[in-house]
């Protein structure tokens, strides 16, 4: 069981139109997670929002390299790169939170993907490991000391958010029902995989009590 303290934080990663049923980067039973969100969200002293928030054109779109196609890889500049169908386009319907998506009292949205050459999957970093969102910064300076990271996708966006939350010292918990997965190139499984091998803590939303 898992006892919200005053100083844990909730990521909401990435709840947004284009990753639910009918958007344009669908996560089969995407939706599935704002439920489950909206139950934890008023335990948690502070929370956090994410939203992938791209430029038409950008890097990560598959229509931005000629030849290639979603879910084909390419090599740029910091390393391998996942091409993606056009998402969460700065303005778009696609890129708005999910209606159902109950958290007025959460202050900080975290905006990322916004380079137009540099993706970003993860809350705390870009996707070349350097460029910094200030999350760490933001939430050192409020005392937080857990980070309980759910939304969209497990494998991707939450996934990376975990990873560079434990690196920066918080204690990291992922909440599996609060989250779901897209499962390109295996990557449910390397996820699993990774999280084990780093230890993190991967709990039910019913382990988490006030
Ligand atoms: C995501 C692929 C591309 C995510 C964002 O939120 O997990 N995945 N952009
Ligand atoms: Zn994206």
Not at 45 to 64: I, N, R
Not at 69 to 83: E, I, K, M
Not at 108 to 135: H, Q, W
Request: charge should be negative; hydrophobic fraction near 40%.
């Amino acid at each position: 069981m898992i006892e919200i303290r005053e100083t844990d934080a909730l990521l909401v990663i990435d709840v947004q139109n284009d990753f639910c049923p009918g958007g344009n980067l669908a996560i089969a039973e995407g939706d599935a997670v704002v439920p489950v969100i909206n139950r934890l969200a008023p335990l948690v002293p502070t929370v956090v929002l994410t939203q992938d928030w791209h430029p038409a054109g950008h890097l990560s779109f598959a229509s931005s390299h000629p030849g290639k196609a979603p879910f084909d890889t390419v090599t740029v500049g910091y390393g391998d790169q996942v091409l993606w169908p056009d998402h969460c386009i700065q303005l778009t319907e696609g890129a708005e939170f999910h209606a159902d998506l109950r958290i007025p009292q959460a202050q900080m949205v975290i905006r990322k993907g916004f380079r137009p050459a540099i993706d970003s999957y993860s809350a705390f970093f870009e996707n070349d490991k350097a460029t910094s969102t200030g999350l760490t910064g933001y939430l050192r300076e409020r005392g937080v000391t857990r980070v309980i990271c759910t939304g969209l996708a497990y494998d991707v966006c939450v996934r990376y958010s975990a990873e560079d939350a434990q690196a920066a010292g918080f204690e990291t918990v992922i909440v599996k029902d609060a989250c779901r997965g897209v499962n390109a190139h295996g990557s449910l499984e390397a996820a699993e995989q990774s999280f084990s091998d780093r230890g993190l803590t991967v709990v039910d939303s019913g382990d988490i009590a006030a």
